[in-house]
């Protein structure tokens, strides 16, 4: 197998996703926990269209089938500091 | 008609209880063991913690428990022959007000009699070890140098191999519909596909522990409630220990990977359940770690995510076997405790299963106790609200 990254947060090729679903993490979501894909600063935006495609065909499961990995907030990393001013918070939204 | 399959001991809930579990009495030889879970292995509290590990508490109880699982914990990855990254870094409860140092200080004595390492640690040596820390919050803590993190996937994990090299048989995504008795006595399960029969189900399904005992006709007296955490983008080390924080009510740590990890409750508890995030809880956190570590404000928020647990009267965990009910067994109400709590709960539960004793460090968590005026008071723990592992 060529060395293709999938995933540019974690620096993950397609062959360690390949050797994952071989041993044993199957599903997307251990898939997900055990290589960090999904899980890195674009939390999936980047990765997930190489990971899902690379799941389904070493898999045989179709892609329409899939249920990507929830995709949590925030959109994109936001500095903790601009979630809590320290005067005059927003509490009550 | 295929004959029904037949297992001599049925485990409801592939998480990190239920696994160490399995494992535990596949070490024994209890015969065929089955692990149902509703979803994929480690999908529920085992999957969402703190990681945090320590057995320094206030009660008896509760230190005989949790330092029987530290003890574990030490060689845990020789043992299940997986690395699940134990990291022995020290864990701190802060004191942030003289109340809460004279209460670390009582604790710590019962720690020491009772032969734990612990030691109380003034403003300046707390500042000295974690120098990141906002000075104006601390006036000291309690200092448990053997305390530390572990990955929680991996021991999840970790946990499945070791069992399933034993011949313990785990089903993900089978949900178990009914539990069967006849005359007090459980004779199976069935699950979304299958009658399945068998003599012993243990309950170990964490959050979802009251609806699997009510299945079987059992009332459990467990309250649930939601928490949520939040991870950082991978920063410069900054924070060598776990952390608690009695005060703000909040428990972190910093990964390997570099991210700060960490949870924090509100003062009342969220009575919604879902697993989506709140805006209220992510802004709480924002503010009580912006606190604790100025460097935090401008840090940056990488993903918000949220897990359930269950909670008995006294926020102890319940195990042992149901009065009453012959083959049914708990080991649930870990209530946020349950993955440092992993590998002494399912080690101890199967003595207490193959042998027919009950081991002295469950005896005081026995599921009966609340009817015969019991209880444990655990000062660590206030109500609904403490920190976390």
């Known amino acids: 197998m060529s060395k293709k990254m999938v995933c540019f947060c974690q620096d993950l090729t397609d062959a360690d996703i390949v050797r994952a679903i071989k041993?044993?993490?199957?599903?997307?979501?251990?898939?997900?926990?055990?290589?960090?894909?999904?899980?890195?600063?674009?939390?999936?935006?980047?990765?997930?269209?190489?990971?899902?495609?690379?799941?389904?065909?070493t898999t045989g499961h179709p892609v329409e089938d899939l249920r990507i990995p929830t995709m949590r907030p925030p959109v994109e990393p936001i500095s903790l500091g601009s979630l809590a001013p320290e005067k005059g918070g927003d509490d009550d939204a | 008609m295929p004959r029904p399959k037949h297992y001599d001991i049925v485990i409801i809930g592939g998480g990190v209880q239920g696994l160490s579990l399995a494992y535990n009495l596949a070490l024994r030889e209890t015969g065929k063991i089955a692990v149902f879970d509703k979803s994929y292995?480690?999908?529920?509290?085992?999957?969402?913690?703190?990681?945090?590990?320590?057995?320094?508490?206030?009660?008896?109880?509760?230190?005989r428990l949790f330092d029987t699982s530290l003890r574990l914990w030490e060689t845990l990855s020789a043992e299940l022959d997986f690395n699940v990254m134990f990291t022995r870094c020290g864990y701190l409860v802060l004191a942030s007000t003289p109340e809460d140092l004279a209460a670390c200080r009582t604790n710590c004595k019962r720690q020491n009699a009772m032969g734990l390492k612990t030691r109380m640690l003034n403003a300046g040596e707390v500042a000295e070890l974690i120098p990141s820390l906002n000075p104006q919050a601390t006036v000291g803590g309690v200092f448990q140098k053997e305390g530390g993190v572990a990955r929680h996937d991996a021991v999840v994990w970790a946990y499945a191999r070791a069992a399933r090299r034993l011949g313990v048989e785990i089903f993900p995504y089978t949900e178990i519909v009914a539990v069967n008795v006849d005359t007090a006595k459980i004779t199976g399960v069935r699950t979304i596909r299958e009658n399945v029969l068998t003599g012993i189900v243990v309950n170990a399904a964490g959050a979802f522990a009251g609806q699997v005992?009510?299945?079987?006709?059992?009332?459990?007296?467990?309250?649930?409630?939601?928490?949520?955490?939040?991870?950082?983008?991978?920063?410069?080390?900054?924070?060598?220990?776990?952390?608690?924080?009695?005060?703000?009510?909040?428990?972190?740590?910093?990964?390997?990977?570099?991210?700060?990890?960490?949870?924090?409750?509100?003062q009342n508890l969220s009575p919604y359940l879902g697993l989506k995030n709140t805006r209220h809880a992510v802004q709480d956190m924002a503010r009580k770690f912006g606190s604790l570590f100025p460097g935090l404000r401008g840090a940056k928020l990488m993903r918000q995510w949220a897990g359930i647990v269950a909670k008995s009267p006294d926020r102890g965990p319940l195990l042992g076997a149901v009065d009453g009910l012959e083959?049914?067994?708990?080991?649930?109400?870990?209530?946020?405790?349950?993955?440092?709590?992993?590998?002494?709960?399912?080690?101890?539960?199967?003595?207490?299963?193959?042998?027919?004793?009950?081991?002295?460090?469950?005896y005081p968590f026995n599921p009966d106790r609340f009817a015969t005026g019991q209880a444990i008071v655990e000062p660590t723990i206030i109500g609904a609200a403490e920190d976390k592992g």
Not at chain 2, 349 to 360: N, R, S, Y
Request: with cysteine; proline share 5%.
């Open chain 2, 213 to 266: 005992a009510e299945m079987a006709g059992v009332k459990l007296l467990l309250d649930v409630y939601r928490l949520e955490m939040i991870v950082t983008e991978p920063l410069k080390p900054f924070l060598q220990v776990a952390l608690s924080s009695p005060h703000f009510l909040a428990y972190m740590h910093q990964t390997a990977r570099g991210e700060f990890a960490g949870g924090a409750e509100p």
């Open chain 2, 41 to 63: 292995i480690g999908s529920g509290a085992s999957g969402r913690n703190g990681e945090m590990i320590r057995s320094a508490f206030g009660s008896e109880e509760w230190i």
């Open chain 1, 23 to 57: 041993e044993g993490y199957d599903h997307l979501e251990t898939l997900k926990r055990f290589t960090g894909a999904f899980m890195g600063p674009c939390q999936g935006k980047m990765c997930a269209a190489n990971v899902v495609k690379l799941y389904a065909e």
């Open chain 2, 327 to 362: 083959g049914f067994f708990l080991n649930a109400g870990w209530g946020g405790y349950g993955f440092m709590g992993s590998p002494a709960g399912g080690r101890l539960m199967a003595e207490l299963i193959t042998d027919g004793q009950v081991p002295d460090a469950l």
